[in-house]
């Protein structure tokens, strides 16, 4: 019994055991007064644990992929070098430009709040003056089948003309003659109707012709 004490208070004085007495004590002594904060402290960083236990398969996947792009990254490390070698002066070029870009962004602004401005002062005009332009753009729609055709027939007649007459040895000058007027064009009104063929006899000859004299 002797022997069985010695070594049990050999064990005790080496164990560390007024240690622990020391422990115990700070920490009563700390969580004086605070032991609703602790509770709670201890249920939210359960529920953590209790979080991070069902999303344990999610991180797994994260970082087997974190795994996977350091992989990669390490096997193209010379090529990221490079890339950082040859952006290094563009990012210097940048750099030393920042005061005209901040100055060019603050006259896109400028420019920006002049714009709408103005967009907000005329808008109805611009508004009425589509509105007017109206009538001329169906005035020409309806205009273009017959000018078209028209001017399709003279590009023909003038290949026609070049090629029979080769050289300079003919010119002839011509007028078109548009049905309507610009007034009544613009404004979107009836066009005047062509004039029709009269029986009056042609004017000028073969001379005039030749001359440029006759249109």
């Known amino acids: 019994m002797e022997n069985t004490l010695a070594a049990v208070g050999a064990l005790m004085s080496g164990s560390g055991l007024d240690q622990v007495q020391t422990i115990v004590t700070e920490t009563n002594r700390a969580l004086a007064g605070h032991e609703q904060q602790v509770r709670n402290l201890l249920g939210q960083l359960d529920s953590l644990l209790r979080s ?18 350091a992989a990669l990254g390490a096997q193209n490390q010379a090529a990221l070098q490079a890339a950082l070698t040859h952006i290094t002066p563009a990012l210097d070029v940048l750099l ?8 060019l962004l603050t006259s896109i602004t400028q420019l920006s709040k002049t714009t709408t401005g103005l967009l907000s002062q005329t ?3 611009l508004v009425e003056r589509a509105r007017q332009l109206r009538p001329v753009l169906t005035a020409l729609a309806g205009f273009d089948s017959e000018l078209g055709s028209t001017l399709m027939s003279l590009q023909t007649f003038q290949h026609l003309l070049e090629g029979s007459i080769p050289g300079d040895y003919l010119t002839m000058d011509a007028d078109l003659s548009v049905s309507g007027t610009l007034e009544s064009l613009i404004t979107g009104g009836s066009r005047i109707a062509p004039s029709t063929a009269t029986n009056a006899p042609p004017t000028g000859g073969v001379g005039q012709l030749l001359s440029g004299g006759v249109r």
């Open 52 to 69: 991070l236990d069902a999303h344990r398969n999610d991180i797994n996947r994260t970082i087997s992929a974190l795994n996977s792009f």
């Open 96 to 103: 030393s430009q920042r005061t005209d870009f901040l100055t």
């Open 123 to 125: 808008s109805a005009g």
